[in-house]
C-alpha cells in the first residue's frame, strides 16, 4: 500500500536493466513494478519511463493491497465505535487532561511512516479516549445517539468523495439534497416551489439568512458593500442562539447592531418615523420598550424555534405579523426545534413558521442524522438565493453543458466543495419514513416530561422551568444547602456544584450531561433527550447519579 | 433496529397484562419489550410507564440489532464504493440525465419506511450511479483518488460523531487538529507559536482571512460593523480563486472592493497620499498602472499559490515587501498550492510564505486527506483569532471548568458544531510520513511534466502554458481544423469542441476532465494530476481518448 517506488529501485538486482530511448524520445524502461519483480532474473529490455528522477510508470498506490487495512479498521470501528460506544455498561469517556492525554497518543508526525499494525493500533486509541457522544448517557449537546442508517450513509460519502457544485461531478447526491429541501420545505408548509441549500453547520446557516435578508433589502450591498449603505441593524431575543451575533461580526454588520430584545417579552421592530426606530413588545408579560436610535436600518427579526439553553420557543405567529406589517425578513432559527414539525402532537410550537421567510433546521439534532447535516430553507420562488451567492466561476459553472445547468447548485453556496450531507438524512428517512421520524419526536417530549416531574418530585433538585422542548433545565442543592434561606449567598453556593458534579462525572466516565449559568441563574444542569436508545431508567440514573456524586458538597 | 414500540402493542395477546400505578404514581408497567414478549404467555403483573402515550421503559432502538445491516453495508462499500470504484476498467461515471436519474432513484419521503434489504438495495444504487472520484481516471477537479488511511479516518469520525468545541467533548481530536496545525505551521516556516483552525472548505478559510485581516486592521468593525468606518479595500490577482470575490460580497466589503490586479502583473498598493490610492505593478512585464481611489483604504493583499485553473503562483517575496512596507495583511490562498511546501524540490514556488500574516492551505487537495480538509494558518501569536471570533457563549464556554479551557478551540471559529477534519490527515501522514507525502507530490510534478511534453508533441493538440505545478492546460484541435488559418473564427469553433467532448466522454464513462474558458482563451481542457493511483499510461489514455472522441469535430 506503500509507494511501490519507494522500494530501493538503484539496488544491485537491477544493474542488468537496459535503459533506452523510446520512439518518442523518453528515457523510457517501460513495465509495471510489479512486472519488473517478475522479470528481475530475466535480462530482458525494460521500459521505465523516469521524468526528473520520478519512475512515471504504473500506478504507485495500489488500493487492493489496502483491502486488508480496510477490512481490519470497519471491524475495529464495528466492535468499538459502534457496538461498544453504545453500549450502557460501557463508560462515556475515558478522561484524562490534555497533557496526559498527549503523551498516550504520541501525536507527532515525522519523516518516516508507520506499519499497518500501528496505524490501526492508533484507530483503537483515537476511539478508545474519544467521548462516545452515541452513548446512551451522552446528554451534553444537542446531538446524540447512534442513528445506523444516516451512519452507513455517511460512509459512503467518505468513501466516495463527492462534492455538491456541479451535477455532473455529483448527479445523485445533487438529486438527493433536491428531494430532501422539498420535502422539508412541505413539512414548513410551502407548498411549492421555493429553495434552500444544505451546509455546513446550524450557525453558517443563519449567517446566510442575514446575508440573504440584507441582500434582499438591498442588493447593492453585495458589489458597493456596507460603506454605502445606512446603518444596518437586526432584531433578535436574547435567548437566540450566539451565531446570530456571531454572523453580525462576520458580515461587518457589527454586533451592536443586533437589537437584542429581552426574553418573555418577545419585542419587535414597530416603525420607523422621524430617524428614529421604534419598537415595541408583545408577548406574555406585556413590557413596553422603547427606544430611538438615529440612522438605523432594520432589515430582519431572528425568531428561535428551540432555543439551545431552555429549548423556549418565539412566538413565530405574532411576530410574523409585524414583519409582515414593516417589510422585514422573517428567519427562524429552527436549529434544534425544527423537529417538532414532524409531530402532528408537538408542532403547534412553531406555529406561522411557513410565514417565514427562511427557516435553519439541523436533522443532525433532534433527528439523529449524522454530524453534520444542516438545511438553509427558503420561501423566495424567484431565484434570490443564487443571485445573492453567485460568482458564476466560469470553471466551474460554465453554461455550455450538455445538461440542464440549473441542476448545478454550487453558485448557490458561500462554499465551493460541499459535503452531500442531505443523503445522510434521506437514507434514514427512507428507512424509518416519517411516522418513526414523528414517534422518535413524541418519545423525546415524553421522556422530558417524564424528568422534569422526577425533578420536582425529589428532594435536592429544583426545576428551573417546564420544558417546552427536550431540555430540562435543574439545579441540584445538596443536603449541606438543602436549609439554607434564599439568598444571594445560597446561589453562590449552588453556583459551584455544578462544576464539581461534572468534573466527578466525567472522571468516573458514567455519564456527560451540561452545565451553564445563564443570565442571573446560577450554575444548572441542561439534560437534552434525543436517542431512542435512551430510556426511563436513564432518566432515573442521571439524577441518581448527580445525588450520588454530589451529596457531600 | 426500528423502534420497538412501533409493534402492535395492543394486539389481543397482551389484554392480560395489569396495569397498575406504582409507588411513584406513575401508570407504570415496567418491563422492557423482549421482557414482554418472553413473558406474553405467562400472566405476570407488568410495569410499563406510560407518559402521554408515550412507553419510555427501555430503548425503543437496539443498535445491536442494526449490526448486520451495519456490515452488510461495510461489504458493499468495500466491494463497491472502493475496489471497483477504484478499478481502472470499470467506468468513471454511469451518466444519466437529471429526469432519467430521478426515476431510477425513486427519491420520495414517505410516511412509512423500507425494510433493510432495500435500503441495502439503495446503497448499491447510490454509489452506481455516483461519479467516482477516487477512479484513476478522474481528473476534473483540484482533488482525486482513494487514500485508504485517509478514509478509514473519516470513518471513525463518522461513528463516533464528535465535534470540536471544547476539549471535554473532543479531547483526541481537538490534540490531534494541534498537532496537525502546529506540524503546518513549522513546513510554513512559523518557528514557534502562530494559530490556526481547520474548517469546512478553503473558500471558508479565505473568508476567515480577509475578516481577520479586517479585524486586524480595525478591531471596532466587530462591534460597529463596516458603516462606522472608511471603505475597505483588498487586493488580488485575477487568477484567483472566486472566493475572494464570495467573501467581499459576504462579509459586506463589497465585490467592487476586490481591487482585481491583471495577472502577469502582480499590481500591489503602494501608498494612500492625498486621500488617494495610488498602486503599481512589478514582476515580469513590469507595466505600471496607477489608479487614483477616493477615501478608500486598503487592508490586505491576497496572494495565489497554485491557481485553480492554471495552476500558477503569485510572487510571495515581492508582494511580502510592499505588505510590510505598507502595513497590510498578507494572505497567501495556498489550499490547491501549499503541498508544494511537502517538496524540497518544488517549495521555492512558495519562497517568502512565511512572511504571510495568514495562509490558506487544503490537505484534502494534492495530499489527498479525505474531503473536506482544509486549514487556516495564521501567523500571530497574540490570540488575534480568538479574539476576532470570540462569542463567548456561556453554555459552551465555562470558565469554571476543571481543565484548561485554552483547549476549548470552538470559540475561534465562525462555525458552532465543527468536524474534526485534521484527524484524516494525521493518521494518514503518520502513516506515511512526511518522506511518501513529498514523493507523491514530486511525482504530481514529474506526471504534469510529462503530460505537456506529450501534448506539445502530438498533432492536434496545444499547450496554453509550461505547467508550473499539476495542472496541465490545452486545446485539442480537431483535424478538420487544423488547416485553417489562426483567426477569430478558428478559436469560435475550437470553444465548441471541448464541451462536445466532454459530452461524449461522461457518456461513455471512460474518463473525466474538466474544460473552461478563461479571460479570452477558448474553451480548453484542464487536466490535474494527483493521484499515485495515475501512471504515465493513463497520461496518453487520455490524450488518446480525447483524439478518438473528437476526431469527427
Known sequence: MKNIWTLPLYCADYTLFVVRKDVSGWDTRGLMWDEIIKQRWTNTTLNILLVDDVYLNGPTLDVNGAEDFIRESMRIITEDAVKKATDVREKVCEWHSPEDLKELLDLQLTDEGESDTRILERCRDAIRYSVKTTHPRFFNQLYAGMEPYSMVASFIIEALKPSLYTYEVSPVFTLVEDAVLRKMREVIGWKEGGDGIFNAGGSLSNMYAVNLARYHHCPDVK????????????????????????????????????????????????????????????????????????????????????????????????????????????????????????????????????????????????????????????????????????????????????YDVSYDTGDKSVQCSRKPDAFKFWLMWKALGSKELEQRVDRAFAMAKYLAQEVKKREGFRLLMEPEYANVCFWYIPPSLRDLPDSTELWEKIHKVAPVVKERMMKKGSMMVGYQPHGDKANFFRMIIISPQVSRQDMDFVLDEIDRLGRDL
Chains 1, 2 share one sequence.
Not at 453580525?248 to 418615523?273: C, E, H, M, R, W
Not at 411576530?319 to 406589517?325: H, P, Q
Request: aromatic share 10%.
Open 223 to 402: 458589489e458597493l458593500g456596507l460603506s454605502a449603505v445606512p446603518r444596518l441593524v437586526l432584531f433578535t431575543s436574547q435567548e437566540c442562539h450566539y451565531s446570530i451575533s456571531k454572523a453580525a461580526a462576520f458580515l461587518g454588520i457589527g454586533t451592536k447592531n443586533v437589537y437584542v430584545v429581552p426574553s418573555d417579552n418577545s419585542v419587535v421592530f414597530l416603525g420607523l418615523q422621524n430617524s428614529c426606530i421604534k419598537y415595541d413588545t408583545f408577548g406574555v408579560k406585556g413590557l413596553n420598550v422603547r427606544v430611538c436610535d438615529q440612522g438605523a436600518v432594520p432589515f430582519m427579526v431572528n425568531a428561535t424555534a428551540g432555543t439551545t439553553v431552555l429549548g423556549a420557543f418565539d412566538p413565530i405567529e405574532e411576530i410574523a405579523d409585524i414583519c409582515e406589517k414593516h417589510n422585514l425578513w422573517l428567519h427562524v432559527d429552527a436549529c434544534w426545534g425544527g423537529a417538532a414539525l414532524m409531530s402532528a402532537k408537538h408542532k403547534h410550537l412553531l406555529k406561522g413558521v411557513h410565514r417565514a421567510n427562511s427557516v435553519a433546521w439541523n436533522p443532525h439534532k433532534m433527528l439523529m442524522a449524522c454530524l453534520q447535516c444542516c438545511a438553509f430553507l427558503v420561501r423566495d420562488k424567484t431565484g434570490l438565493l443564487q443571485r445573492c451567492y453567485s460568482a458564476r466561476a466560469s470553471y466551474l459553472f460554465q453554461q455550455d453543458k450538455f
